[in-house]
């Protein structure tokens, strides 16, 4: 008998694709299935969205889910599936094939189904042994160093997130000559500069080779001056940046690894350099985020979309990106003191300290405490009090009286002290609030910053509370969907699918009008901060 209460719970959203750990991912062709919460229903997404494979007309009564693989106990009967490689998944039982675009091929025989890509379909795979395949698929989940959780939730979401984590990971392809990782293998797909950062923070505990990978995967798409595009595929890549976070990530996974940081060292070097010449429109010192004409989408570089932040703004001296950049700055020290290169180390502590006397100097709101963008254009601090404030914590900036009037306005509720802390716009800003995205929700990477900034200034208990209440949620949203989000509901007056995404919440419309689900960086982040909690309880 299967163990059927182990982890999983049934739901809508949830991806299912091949996986780089298992042999080579396919860009083109790649099948990418999507579950209907309804139903014992995979919706087909990739190549080519359209048709599903029904199961059943109810959920499944009971239920092992991976990214690869599955067994669905249904009012039909049991039914398992496996993906054989990229482009081929087979299932044994009650299964039917409906309305399946041209994209895709299907061969059968009595109590089997085979899917398969077009492009490359072969059907003599309808023979192969099923329980090998599904044991090869389910090895990754047996043999992984999990650590004890407190519950038994926790332990189910844990497997869910590494199972998630697997499915994210890509061959590599065209221009990404490593493995990579997206955020969801649909309807994203591409890979994005500081989501790679927050996926290698939980993968480092999986695979650190598959962790440092990633983020050498990123450096792939560097241009001679020293640009990394916020996004790319191995076809493919944008022409604005991200967040410089890959220095944190790569002290984060390099372990003793000295030739990893050497190899990546005069890259990310470069990369801060062009920010340094390329994002300080006036010459202050101060770096500011590319802002576009987009309506729902005026920062696509800062990361924080259509936060209210920049509502009509020009140009603006960011807490969140001079934080971002004093913060790697203080890692390319370490690291360069590391390789034994201590005047470049003294270059980068001195880059850090201006960074950091500057945004004291112009985006300290003493009457807020907090930090808060300066209008280059207006000469003044703009006064939307957002989540990015707390950043500045993560580099050093505050002295400890500024940093403990930080802590006060995180817990108090008229600030930051929501049900769900910390919503991305401050609780008394009801003229900038809204249940979309940046505009009030709450995010994980952005906690997860915030309490590494906390423990910096010693706010031990304050960054434990606020990394509890964060695994908390996730883990409460895990039981009743079976998946992660891409953000969740500061105020606890909605669930996660009821929430806009630019502007509506009308998936019927359009996957970028519905909060995603089995977002990478929720799942990541979730076995970081879970492993790094059972070590912190040695």
């Known amino acids: 008998m299967n163990d059927f209460s182990a982890w999983s719970v049934w739901g809508g959203g949830q991806l299912f694709a091949f996986s780089a750990f298992d042999g ?8 990418v299935l999507r579950s209907v ?5 995979l919706e087909v997404k990739l190549p080519e969205e359209g048709g599903a494979l029904l199961f059943d007309l109810a959920p499944p009564r009971r239920c092992l889910l991976a990214g690869d693989h599955f067994i669905l106990e249904t009012a039909s009967g049991e039914v398992r599936g496996a993906f054989i490689d990229a482009r081929h998944l087979l299932v044994e039982g009650n299964c039917r094939a409906v309305g399946l675009s041209g994209a ?47 519950s038994e939730t926790a332990r189910r979401a844990l497997l869910k997130a590494c199972s998630q984590l697997k499915i994210q990971l890509n061959s590599p392809a065209g221009l990404l000559r490593h493995r990579w990782t997206t955020p969801d293998r649909w309807p994203h797909r591409w890979m994005w500069l500081w989501d790679s950062v927050f996926h290698a923070a939980g993968l480092r505990h999986l695979d650190p080779v598959a962790a440092r990978e990633s983020l050498e995967a990123v450096f792939d798409v560097q241009q001679e001056d020293g640009f990394i595009p916020h996004f790319a595929s191995p076809e493919s890549r944008s022409e604005i940046t991200q967040p410089p976070l890959l220095g944190f990530g790569m002290e984060l996974v390099a372990g003793e690894d000295d030739a990893f940081l050497a190899g990546l060292y005069p890259k990310n070097a470069a990369f801060l350099e062009w920010i340094f010449a390329n994002r300080d429109s006036d ?3 101060l770096v500011e985020w590319a802002i576009e004409a987009e309506e729902q989408c005026r920062s696509g570089e800062s990361g924080m979309d259509n936060s209210p932040r920049f509502d009509g703004a020009v140009q603006l001296d960011a807490p969140d990106f001079n934080a971002y950049l004093a913060h790697d700055c203080d890692v390319m020290a370490r690291i360069a003191e590391r390789l034994k290169r201590p005047g470049e180390a003294a270059l980068w502590r001195g880059r850090r300290d201006r960074l950091n006397r500057l945004m004291n100097e112009f985006l300290w709101d003493d009457e807020a405490g907090l930090y808060v963008d300066f209008d280059v254009v207006a000469k003044r601090r703009t006064g939307v009090l957002s989540s990015a404030g707390f950043l500045p914590l993560l580099s050093g900036a505050p ?31 009801e003229r900038f609030y809204a249940k979309d995205m940046w505009r009030g929700p709450v995010w994980v990477n952005i906690n997860y910053l915030i309490a590494r900034g906390l423990r910096r200034y010693g706010f031990d208990s304050e960054a434990d509370l606020l990394l509890s209440a964060t695994c908390g949620e996730l883990e409460r949203e895990f039981l009743r969907y079976g998946t992660f989000f891409e953000f969740y509901d500061d105020r606890r007056e909605c669930t996660p699918p ?9 998936p019927e419309r359009s ?7 089995d977002y ?6 979730y076995v970081d901060m879970v492993f790094s909690a059972a070590k912190r309880h040695v």
């Not at 919460?37 to 229903?41: C, G, L, N, R």
């Not at 990478?520 to 982040?525: D, F, N, Y």
């Open 511 to 517: 996957p970028y009008h519905q909060v995603f689900m």
């Open 399 to 429: 002295s400890p009286r500024m940093a403990a009037r930080m802590v006060s306005a995180l817990g108090d509720p008229e600030l930051f002290g929501s049900a769900f802390p910390v919503p991305s716009i401050a609780r008394n800003q």
């Open 37 to 41: 919460a309804a139903a014992s229903v």
């Open 24 to 31: 080579e991912t396919d860009w083109r062709n790649g099948l």
């Open 104 to 150: 895709v091929r299907v061969a059968t025989r009595p109590g089997r189904l085979l899917l398969g890509a077009r492009e490359s379909f072969d059907e003599t795979l309808l023979k192969v042994d099923f329980g090998a395949v599904l044991a090869s698929r389910a090895a990754f989940l047996a043999h992984l160093p999990l650590v004890q959780t407190e």
């Open 283 to 285: 010459g202050a010192g």
């Open 520 to 525: 990478g960086w929720s799942a990541s982040l």
């Open 498 to 506: 009821e929430l806009l995404r630019k502007g509506c919440c009308a």
